[in-house]
């Protein structure tokens, strides 16, 4: 049974993220998912507020649907990521699945320091949720490689695991500004790696010639139709850009396509 873990704060974008969850579940049946709240000790007297809350989110998560199994859980916990980082490691979760918090629509489109938190923990993919993002089907999942090392850097098996929730056509995309019209052979030797990983999954190569890599990827989530991008990003300050941009246009992607760090 795959275990999906779901933090919540009861915030409008955490619950969006829960219902975005559920939405996998009701699609894959040997699935459950673990609502979860922590809060300081010094709240302690709070846990039955709080386990009373989860229940109430959990009936109306399931009004719909009933067949997706859910159960809650609260606890005391000083820090919140090193709760829910052991949480993981001890159900085995196959994935974290968050939403992206801020007091203002503005704020919501910036990544929180808590995810980015869990995905340096690498206990775990992260599915990060943003707050337009309504689950309809995982058609189209664009994946994104710098086509280096990438027997060594792409964890094939997290990778496989979450296209097989989906049977999803891959979009590999790679973007450099120095692709010309013909590949060198050192991508060509990587792109045949990437080939031997996606054995049996549909896929389809992308190479770009951009100078921008957020400008490139939201453009093409957008000509794509993509529903899923996923990424593995190599450095903190990766992720980090990603949702920090400054440029609107750059931003537009962010406010409904989900993404998973593995």
Known sequence: MKTFIVPTDFSDTAKNAAEFAVGIASQNQDTQII??????????????????????????????????KITCMAEEENSFTTGLERLARHQKADMIIMGITGATRLEQLFIGSNTLDMVEKNVCPVMIIPPDA?????KNVALTSDFKNVDKTIPVKPLQDILSLFNPVVHVVNVDSEHYVELTEEYKAEKEKINAMLEGYRHEFYFMRFFDFIEAISEFTEDYNIDLLITVPKNHSFLGGLFRSNATKKLKYHTHVPMIAI
């Open 35 to 68: 609502l979860y709240n922590s809060f300081e000790k010094k709240y302690a007297d709070r846990i039955e507020i709080m386990n009373a809350a989860l229940e109430k989110l959990k009936e109306e998560l399931l009004a719909g649907n009933a067949g997706v």
């Open 134 to 138: 309504k689950f309809s089907g995982i």
